[in-house]
């Protein structure tokens, strides 16, 4: 069954912004810990952006502080990515990702996460 479903990668210029969206169609939304990983050409899966929808605390990797957003909207039970200033090393697969309980916070890793959507493309030009 899916669980989590992301939309709207695609192309953008360097320095641009994207919104990226993950709907969560059947797992409880709230309390949850849900996060963005992605995975440029060549290398490894790395979670960039965490959300506790239960506290609504927030936590990033230190590649994308300042310039990604993480977001929740319980009542479209969506999360979000908004992502500003582009560089071209963001270009990578980008991942939604769940877990079932504990902490929300940049140390986690892939294999903390249980429940992955599918990915969504996004290519950054220079």
């Known amino acids: 069954q899916v669980h989590l479903v992301e939309s709207g990668g695609g192309s953008v210029q360097v320095g641009g912004s994207l919104r990226l969206s993950c709907t969560v169609p059947?797992?409880?939304?709230?309390?949850?810990?849900f996060a963005w990983f992605r995975q440029p050409p060549g290398k490894e899966r790395e979670g960039i952006a965490y959300?506790?929808?239960?506290?609504?605390?927030?936590d990033y990797a230190d590649s994308v502080k300042g310039r990604f957003t993480i977001s929740g909207d319980s009542a479209k039970k969506a999360i979000y990515l908004d992502m500003t200033n582009v560089k071209y090393e963001d270009t990578a697969t980008y991942y939604c990702?769940?877990?079932?309980?504990?902490?929300?916070?940049?140390?986690?890793?892939?294999?903390?996460?249980?429940?992955w959507g599918q990915g969504t493309q996004v290519t950054v030009s220079s």
């Open positions: 959300i506790h929808t239960g506290g609504g605390t927030t």
């Open positions: 990702a769940a877990r079932g309980g504990g902490s929300c916070v940049r140390r986690l890793s892939r294999d903390d996460f249980g429940f």
């Open positions: 059947t797992l409880a939304f709230t309390p949850r810990c």
